[in-house]
């Protein structure tokens, strides 16, 4: 019999499922934390190129919305790498490409 105040174990399943969780959170607060740095560093140096140059903003502008469509291409690649694989490890699925062609 169980005392009332021992916490029963969790299944290893669940282990892997918090581990498998976490593991998203960091890897979304740091592409976040990526995407806002790289564009507020690029934004800075086309700050300083648009003093030196005693240019209007150009530099600032061009800089900032050149890291963000790199950032923003980079994460849309890597996101369609992602569901393609995960897509693959489906029961059923396997790897491939046209199921029609599949022999049964």
Not at 5 to 18: A, G, L, M, T, Y
Request: aromatic letters at 10%; glycine letters at 10%; one cysteine or more.
């Amino acid at each position: 019999m169980r005392r009332p105040c021992e916490h029963p174990q969790r299944p290893v399943d669940d282990q892997h499922s918090k581990r498998e969780l976490n593991s998203g959170f960091a890897t979304a607060t740091s592409r976040g934390l990526e995407f806002a740095a790289s564009v507020a560093l690029f934004g800075g140096v086309g700050w300083l190129i648009d003093r030196w140059l005693g240019s209007a903003p150009i530099a600032l502008i061009v800089l900032g919305v050149l890291a963000f469509v790199g950032n923003f291409a980079r994460t849309w690649y890597a996101y369609e790498a992602s569901m393609t694989k995960l897509e693959a490890d489906l029961p059923g699925r396997g790897r491939i490409d046209n199921p029609e062609s599949a022999q049964p």
